[in-house]
């Protein structure tokens, strides 16, 4: 149950963090703010790191975490907002209905586990809701997305897919790590193993002083710091604090006591969840059919517990 626990208020954290991005976005570049949350995530890490003077980890572990920061760190966050240039962020909760599925896949290859075949019956089924969900309730693309979907009509679908894979082998190979590591260790170093590209990313793409010149590349550039208002800082230090370290110390917590396949089945609640607080905070509508939905995945995710 400790597991379980953890594994919720992980995922109730990372609900959190569509709100906030989409009113980061309105300020920042999605490459600025990729890369801001995983620099200010990577300091904070250092400070705790020192502070409590954890050992550094074994050489035979630096694998393991560069693929955690391959995939949580710069994969995942990157390749969506890239993924959201050309399709919408409706149909983009169609493929995040998979990350379970893949964290579960990757929980058997990369973590040796063997849930029972009625997981993966339960598994599929909460997948399928969360997806169908997503599909009978998207909004109708901006003008922008529509043409880029013309130009590229996979390249959005083809970019989630990437994002659910590499993310799926991020949580799996992070939780397996945290056994010996401890959750929050092992966040903090997959971010300083980051540092170096992230930071360089993000001085490439900060915010300037004036308007962006003929040589800055058209969508890179994030504005101007004087156009940054209150509201997007205060989303930066959310998707910074809590989605890119603090979440992750829950997260990784949950998947290494409650097992990474079963806990991961928690991700299903996650775009409901995600909803609900946009309803509260960004006064989007929420109707009875997500309550509905919610209802039945809450039963998928009881069953995939019991079977795992």
């Known amino acids: 149950m400790a597991g379980w626990f953890n594994g919720l208020l992980g995922v109730l954290i990372f609900s959190g963090s ?95 586990e063997r849930p029972r075949p009625a997981f993966w019956l339960f598994s599929c089924a909460g997948s399928a809701l969360v997806a169908g969900f ?25 970019l989630m897919v990437g994002a659910i ?53 058209s969508g890179l550039w994030s504005g101007r710091w004087g156009d940054v208002g209150a509201p997007a800082w205060i989303s930066l230090g959310y998707v910074s604090v809590f989605s890119m370290l603090v979440g992750f110390v829950f997260w990784y917590r949950g998947l290494a006591l409650g097992g990474i396949a079963a806990v991961g089945q928690l991700q299903l609640l996650q775009p409901f969840f995600g909803l609900l607080l946009a309803g509260l905070l960004l006064g989007e509508p929420v109707g009875w059919p997500m309550i509905a939905v919610t209802t039945l995945v809450v039963f998928c995710v009881a069953g995939a517990r019991r079977f795992s």
Do not use: K, N
Not at 174 to 193: E, H, K, M, P, T
Not at 200 to 206: E, K, L, N, R, V
């Open 134 to 158: 997503a599909l009978l309730h998207q909004a109708e693309p901006a003008d922008r997305t529509a043409d880029a979907s013309e130009v590229f009509p996979m390249a959005g679908d083809l």
């Open 165 to 217: 894979v590499v993310c799926g082998l991020g949580y799996a190979e992070g939780a397996a790590l945290s056994r010996r590591l401890g959750g929050w260790q092992v966040i903090s170093w997959a971010l300083i193993v980051s540092l170096p590209v992230t930071l360089a990313i993000g001085i490439f793409s900060m915010p300037g002083v004036t308007e962006p010149g003929d040589w800055e590349v």
């Open 18 to 112: 569509l709100p906030a991005t989409r009113v980061a976005v309105g300020a920042f570049s999605p490459l600025f703010l990729t890369a801001a949350r995983a620099v200010i995530a990577a300091l904070l890490g250092i400070a705790l790191l020192a502070l409590l003077r954890q050992v550094r980890p074994a050489r035979r572990d630096l694998v393991s975490l560069t693929l955690v920061a391959l995939g949580v760190v710069i994969g995942f966050p990157l390749l969506t907002a890239l993924a959201l240039e050309h399709i919408t962020a409706a149909r983009s909760t169609v493929f995040i209905g998979l990350l379970p599925l893949s964290t579960a896949i990757f929980g058997v290859l990369r973590g040796g």
